[in-house]
């Protein structure tokens, strides 16, 4: 067996490890490299370990941290959160699809919404409820008019009370 120690080799390595831990390695107490079996062709790993010496190691004590006086710490300004980008949508509406029926879209299908007609747009900053908005037309392109900033429970709360608009008419989804 070329690289297996019998018992006898363990042991003389650990005896060779257990000596004066006050003694610094190399003198210099700069720790000394773990020899190899590529270092030392020939000679047998418990060998090579009964040269080795001991590591120094030494405990790290670090000093009290002293708080900083409270007239010190400032806020940052907001400027610094200026360019972070955000990505702000308009939600129209949600509609569940099974996938059959998603499979079954083609060009001139038509997706029922949700929310009715003239209903507000739902506000989203970074797919996180921020508010309602009504949706304009801003020179051919479609925009977002803010008509509540974050009472998403409020809104909530409204349309349970008065139901949603067509069915108290008594209009019938399709």
């Known amino acids: 067996m070329g690289n297996s120690l019998s018992q006898e ?12 831990s006050t003694k610094k390695a190399n003198g210099s107490g700069a720790a ?11 000679k047998s790993v418990a060998e090579q370990a009964g040269k080795m010496q ?47 029926d998603l499979l079954e879209l083609e060009e001139g299908s038509i997706v029922k919404l949700d929310k009715m007609a003239g209903e507000s747009a739902t506000v ?16 051919d392109r479609f925009g977002l008019r803010i008509t509540a900033v974050g009472k998403e429970k409020a ?16 209009l019938e989804e399709e």
């Not at 989203?124 to 020179?139: F, H, K, R, S, T």
């Open 32 to 42: 000394t490299p773990v020899p190899s079996a590529q270092d030392s062709p020939g």
């Open 54 to 100: 001991k590591p120094l190691v030494q405990r790290v004590e670090f000093p009290q941290l002293k708080p900083l006086p409270r007239t010190s710490l400032e806020r940052p300004k907001r400027k610094i959160f200026y360019n972070i980008p955000l990505i702000l949508s308009g939600e129209l509406g949600k509609a569940e699809l099974t996938v059959r």
């Open 155 to 170: 809104k909530e709360e409204k349309e349970e009370e008065k139901g949603r608009p067509g069915q108290a008419a008594g």
């Open 124 to 139: 989203l900053v970074n797919d996180q409820y921020l508010g309602q908005a009504e949706i304009v037309v801003v020179n």
């Open 9 to 20: 080799e363990i042991n003389a390595m650990l005896k060779n490890m257990s000596g004066d």
